[in-house]
């Protein structure tokens, strides 16, 4: 229906104090009567909003004006010539140009009215109650403002837990990185060093008939070996070389080494897994059993501990579980607990996640799942 009544209308803004800093509102309005949006009109005004109203008549016009010039509010009758307020919703959801969105119409039927709300338009108002629309408008601008601010703290948030996993994915790295430098320096300098004495002392041994002189020489070759093995302990948990025989036989060796160290009886149940896995997984994972048996051997006060590992459902899983006091509620809140929240870290960095259920009195159990999907397209890809 075409009107002589012109398609833009700029109302000025009330000059007085309270009006002076308010901002013009651009409204679209999709009506095709221009009696009703006359009425609209007078609505506004007389409600003293600041505002410009453009009408438009077909869905054309309306997808052409809403994706060409700043629309603040939408305003919509529901039955329209040929189509309805759904389907300008509609066009607006596929453009992502989503202005508060209001009806603005006759009686169009309750489970009309639900259907456009569940669609996601802003709010219904009859055309017999315009009285209030200049309220329902400024409560539309209200929530769509404090629901972009919310989407624009998410999306912020998101950013920051991405530079956040980037950074923490950069540290172990740069860990890893110098841990196999230290091993490799106790390797080639101390090592090699410990080496030519025990050779020193064993010609010592064997040149000398001075019965104080041999004892000596045995007591500091007792002690040399001890400091060999300490040294070689040291490389092995810093540069676990151990992996290359596979995770579950570096789980093997581990639990064996606690339980010699510690005198906790200690059960692996790692069994060979159904494909070789990225190293990156594999050190994450290896990493986790070794500070969770750190822990149970600072704070569990157990008589048993368990490592299971499973790559059943394309999920890499190793549990460790000790029969131990528990953590308490307290030191698992403590912001200074950076054992954990580093494991939890260094399972996102590979796509994992780690759960941590404890009892007092019953134990604790440390479980890392990695979906093994994701890491093994990425492997191919990265080969590729």
């Keep these: 229906m075409q009107t002589s009544l012109p398609n833009v209308l700029n109302v000025p803004v009330d000059q007085s104090p309270n009006r002076a800093a308010q901002r013009s509102i651009h409204i679209l309005h999709l009506e095709d009567s221009a009696v009703d949006h006359q009425l609209v009109l007078r609505a506004l005004t007389q409600a003293g909003l600041a505002f410009t109203l453009r009408r438009v008549e077909t869905l054309l016009a309306f997808e ?9 509010v939408i305003l919509a009758d529901y039955s329209l010539a040929g189509f309805t307020a759904i389907d300008a919703w509609t066009s607006l959801v596929k453009s992502q140009a989503q202005p508060p969105f209001i009806l603005v119409s006759g009686a169009i039927g309750e489970a009309a009215a639900v259907e456009a709300i569940q669609l996601g338009m802003s709010d219904y108002l009859p055309k017999d109650n315009l009285a209030k629309l200049a309220h329902v408008i400024a409560r539309a601008l209200e929530v769509h403002e404090a629901r972009r601010a919310r989407e624009h703290a998410y999306a912020q948030l998101a950013v920051s837990e991405q530079r956040h996993a980037a950074f923490a994915a950069h540290l172990q790295d740069a860990i890893e990185e110098e841990r196999a430098s230290i091993a490799r320096e106790i390797h080639d300098d101390i090592g090699g060093s410990l080496a030519a004495i025990q050779f020193d002392l064993a010609w010592i041994g064997r040149h000398s008939a001075d019965a104080a002189t041999l004892q000596h020489t045995r007591n500091a070759t007792d002690m040399l070996r001890h400091a060999m093995g300490a040294s070689q302990r040291i490389m092995v948990n810093l540069r676990p070389a151990v992996l290359d025989q596979g995770l579950a036989s570096a789980l093997h060796w581990l639990s064996e080494s606690f339980e010699k160290r510690h005198g906790i009886p200690t059960r692996c149940d790692a069994a060979p897994l159904h494909a070789p896995l990225p190293s990156a997984v594999e050190l994450t994972a290896y990493r986790t059993a070794q500070e969770a048996l750190t822990n149970v051997s600072k704070y569990a006060q157990c008589t048993a501990v368990k ?8 999920t890499l ?3 460790v579980t000790d029969n131990g006091c528990g953590i308490a509620p307290e030191r698992r809140a403590d912001s200074r607990a950076y054992g954990l929240k580093g494991l939890r870290e260094r399972a996102r960095t590979v796509g994992g996640w780690l759960d941590v259920s404890s009892r007092a009195g019953v134990g604790t159990s440390i479980t890392l799942s990695i979906p093994l999907e994701k890491t093994s397209s990425s492997t191919a890809e990265s080969s590729s």
């Design 307 to 314: 490592i299971d590992l499973s790559d059943a459902g394309g």
């Design 317 to 319: 899983t190793l549990e």
């Design 64 to 72: 052409q004006a809403s994706q060409s010039e700043p629309v603040d």
